[in-house]
């Protein structure tokens, strides 16, 4: 059942979907069970954002620093995500775009060319956009975009008077998505932890103390309510 108020929906909607570790630890099992967990919650709360109308949803997965992580835990991680990417490989029906955040090439070159793949068969899906930042960082992002800037100007396609925020904002791995209406951070950290750094300088920003893979619809619901009730200025008066 939808209760949520349709009215003031964010149009782009970023999770960084923290706290798996935790809530394993919590019933004494190994951090790998969480992370299945997390899975089974983004996909809720993916059909969940598609079913309210929500345009555009970001969900953080897995971040240029979590390669700092035990080697078996980021192998459980990898699965996750080949197993996601195979699921998803005919996504004709749901009519929703998918486009991957970050250095693809870290994944190895079949996982990267399944990914370019869906991102190409998906493009023209317009109910949702759903966005999977994978091997991403704010600040590596920012750089990806820098690079691409000065290789145009060394070309001399462009002068460096023409580089502004629009020209940044469309290089970034989102280059074309609007920014960040609200960003939401389960498990009690209340940081960004590199994610989406530019696309959500206006961000509303929503923190709560359940762990990811309690995030239920329901949840969302009171994160939508919160963010319905925000005076947004950007600035202004
Ligand atoms: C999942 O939560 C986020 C990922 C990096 C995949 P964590 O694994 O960070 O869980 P906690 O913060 O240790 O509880
Ligand atoms: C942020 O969570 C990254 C993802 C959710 C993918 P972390 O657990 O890595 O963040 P920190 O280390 O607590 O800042
Ligand atoms: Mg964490």
């Given at each position: 059942m939808i209760t949520v108020n349709k009215e003031n929906l964010p149009v782009h909607i970023g999770f960084i979907m923290d706290g798996n570790g935790r809530w394993a630890q919590k019933r004494g099992l190994p951090r790998k069970f969480g992370h299945r967990e997390g899975a089974a919650a983004f996909r809720k709360i993916a059909r969940y954002c598609k079913k309210i109308g929500i345009r555009y949803i970001t969900f953080y997965a897995f971040s240029t620093e979590n390669w700092s992580r035990p080697k078996d835990e980021i192998d459980e991680l990898?699965?996750?995500?080949?197993?996601?990417i195979d699921e998803v490989s005919d996504y004709a029906e749901e009519n929703t775009r998918l486009i991957f955040l970050g250095d693809k090439s870290a994944f190895g070159?079949?996982?990267?060319?399944?990914?370019?793949?869906?991102?190409?068969?998906?493009?023209?899906?317009?109910?949702?956009?759903?966005?999977?930042?994978?091997?991403?960082?704010?600040?590596?992002?920012?750089?990806?975009?820098?690079?691409?800037?000065?290789?145009?100007?060394?070309?001399?396609?462009?002068?460096h008077t023409d580089v502004d925020e629009s020209l940044i904002?469309?290089?970034?791995?989102?280059?074309?998505?609007?920014?960040?209406?609200?960003?939401?951070?389960?498990?009690?950290?209340?940081?960004?932890?590199?994610?989406l750094i530019w696309q959500s300088a206006y961000a509303?920003?929503?923190?709560?103390?359940?762990?990811?893979?309690?995030?239920?619809?329901?949840?969302?619901?009171k994160a939508l309510e919160d963010f319905a009730s925000r005076k947004r200025r950007f600035g202004g008066v």
């Open positions: 990898m699965k996750l995500f080949g197993e996601y070159k079949e996982m990267a060319d399944k990914m370019s793949e869906l991102e190409r068969n998906s493009r023209d899906f317009s109910d949702m956009t759903l966005m999977l930042a994978m091997n991403y960082g704010g600040r590596n992002d920012i750089v990806h975009a820098a690079r691409q800037i000065a290789a145009m100007v060394e070309n001399k396609e462009i002068r904002s469309g290089l970034l791995y989102t280059g074309g998505i609007p920014d960040a209406d609200l960003i939401i951070r389960p498990s009690g950290e209340k940081r960004l932890s590199n994610f509303e920003l929503y923190f709560t103390d359940v762990l990811w893979p309690d995030f239920t619809p329901k949840e969302l619901d």
